[in-house]
T-cell receptor, first 113, second 110 residues
C-alpha cells in the first residue's frame, strides 16, 4: 500500500505570492490533516478534512486555507506569503473510525524569500 | 487545550532501555495519550497510545500514572535507529486534533 505523498517536496516563493500544496492520502483514508513545522514553534496543527468537510481547525490566520476533493486528495493554500511562513508542511491521513494512528507524508519544504 | 512537558533531550546507550517521561498535569478524563516520533528528515510516525492502562506493542511500552498526570514511554532496547525526536501528545476523545509539544530529542550512543 502506498504511503502518504506530498507534492512538491520543495518550493521557493517570494513574499506576497500565494502557494498551493498537495497531499494524497493512503488509499481508503478519508481524513487528511495538515501541520506546519518550524524550528521556533515546532509542529502546529492547521486543520483536518474528512469527506470534503473541514472538521477541525487550529489557530492560524485566514490566509491558510484548504480543501479536500471527492477522491480524498487535499490541497492547502497560503495566500499573501510572509517570511514567517517558511516551514515544513506535513500532511497526515488516517483510516475511517480510527483516531489512533495518523500516517504522515514526507512534507513540503516551503521557503519564502 | 491540554499541554505536555518533556525534557528537551536525553541520551542512551545502544541495547539499553530508555524511559522517556512526559508530564500532562492538565489532562482531562477524555484525553488520550499518544506518542509519535520523528526521525531526521521524515514525517512523524506513530509509536503507541493509551488512555488509562499501560500498553505494550512491538515498538514500545507506555506506562501511565494512576492519576494520569504523567506517562513514560519505554523503549526496551534502544538501537541507533531509535535516535529521533519523541513527542508526547494529548488528543481529546473523538477529535482528530493533535497538539505536539517540543518533544524530547533522543540520542543513542553505540
Amino acid at each position: 500500500k502506498a504511503g502518504v505523498t506530498q507534492t512538491p517536496r520543495y518550493l521557493i516563493k517570494t513574499r506576497g505570492q500565494q502557494v498551493t500544496l498537495s497531499c494524497s492520502p493512503i488509499s481508503g483514508h478519508r481524513s487528511v490533516s495538515w501541520y506546519q513545522q518550524t524550528p521556533g514553534q515546532g509542529l502546529q496543527f492547521l486543520f483536518e478534512y474528512f469527506s470534503e468537510t473541514q472538521r477541525n481547525k487550529g489557530n492560524f490566520p485566514g490566509r491558510f486555507s484548504g480543501r479536500q476533493f471527492s477522491n480524498s486528495r487535499s490541497e492547502m493554500n497560503v495566500s499573501t506569503l510572509e517570511l514567517g511562513d517558511s516551514a515544513l508542511y506535513l500532511c497526515a491521513s488516517r483510516g475511517t473510525g480510527s483516531y489512533n494512528e495518523q500516517f504522515f507524508g514526507p512534507g513540503t519544504r516551503l521557503t519564502v524569500l | 487545550d491540554a499541554k505536555t512537558t518533556q525534557p528537551n533531550s536525553m541520551e542512551s546507550n545502544e541495547e539499553e532501555p530508555v524511559h522517556l517521561p512526559c508530564n500532562h498535569s492538565t489532562i482531562s478524563g477524555t484525553d488520550y495519550i499518544h506518542w509519535y516520533r520523528q526521525l531526521p528528515s521524515q514525517g512523524p510516525e506513530y509509536v503507541i497510545h493509551g488512555l488509562t492502562s499501560n500498553v505494550n506493542n512491538r515498538m514500545a511500552s507506555l506506562a501511565i500514572a494512576e492519576d494520569r498526570k504523567s506517562s513514560t514511554l519505554i523503549l526496551h532496547r534502544a538501537t541507533l535507529r531509535d535516535a529521533a525526536v519523541y513527542y508526547c501528545i494529548l488528543r481529546r476523545y473523538n477529535f482528530n486534533k493533535f497538539y505536539f509539544g517540543s518533544g524530547t530529542k533522543l540520542n543513542v550512543k553505540p
